[in-house]
T-cell receptor, first 110, second 109 residues
């Protein structure tokens, strides 16, 4: 299987919370990232978490890490149409090059 | 501040033609630079990375090559494009997390 797995699509209603999930296989990962890619644009780093943390919150974004299950999630509160994009989960060990998931397309409808 | 420039934004090239995509960074010195390709429905595939001038590591054997003629310049090339080279190419450099360029959408026809 893939090193980093994500579901390909998520559809939510505007104002609801979105939860994008990611699982990975390498327990030695020390950095876990979430990137956002809007149509036709490059990747924007949203947030990252160290493997010794369980949670990180930054305004509307909450990252949860379950190291035992190797599960990472990104919660977006009060999702807006401007949040529609592809969200990539990535993992890395120290300064090593990250491995990316395939991306989850978040579709926000009114 | 650090910025990364990548061009062109879009490119349509015939099969068999050459390719040159350029990436430059500003506001940093001796950066680690990367070329990724994103194909439809797939994750990012690392193509090349460079830790310094003239130092290129290839992750995937393919029809592409990379060069780093200057500290802040990273070039992705091909002598003869294939249809399978179509995709979205992203340049990146590493500091805290990775910063990506705006990407080049290459269509080989």
């Amino acid at each position: 299987g893939e090193d980093v797995e994500q579901s390909l699509f998520l559809s939510v209603r505007e104002g609801d919370s979105s939860v994008i999930n990611c699982t990975y296989t390498d327990s030695s990962s020390t950095y876990l990232y979430w990137y956002k890619q809007e149509p036709g644009a490059g990747l924007q780093l949203l947030t990252y978490i160290f493997s010794n943390m369980d949670m990180k919150q930054d305004q509307r974004l909450t990252v949860l890490l379950n190291k035992k299950d190797k599960h990472l999630s990104l919660r977006i509160a009060d999702t807006q149409t401007g949040d529609s994009a592809i969200y990539f989960c990535a993992k890395a060990r120290g300064s090593y090059i990250p491995t990316f998931g395939r991306g989850t397309s978040l579709i926000v409808h009114p | 501040s650090q910025t990364i420039h990548q061009w062109p934004a879009t490119l349509v090239q015939p099969v068999g033609s050459p390719l040159s995509l350029e990436c430059t960074v500003e506001g940093t010195s001796n950066p680690n630079l990367y070329w990724y390709r994103q194909a439809a429905g797939r994750g990012l595939q690392l193509l090349f990375y460079s830790v310094g001038i003239g130092q290129i590591s290839s992750e995937v054997p393919q029809n592409l090559s990379a060069s780093r003629p200057q500290d802040r310049q990273f070039i992705l090339s091909s002598k003869k494009l294939l249809l399978s080279d179509s995709g979205f190419y992203l340049c990146a450099w590493r500091e805290d997390g990775y910063t990506f360029g705006s990407g080049t959408r290459l269509t080989v026809v």
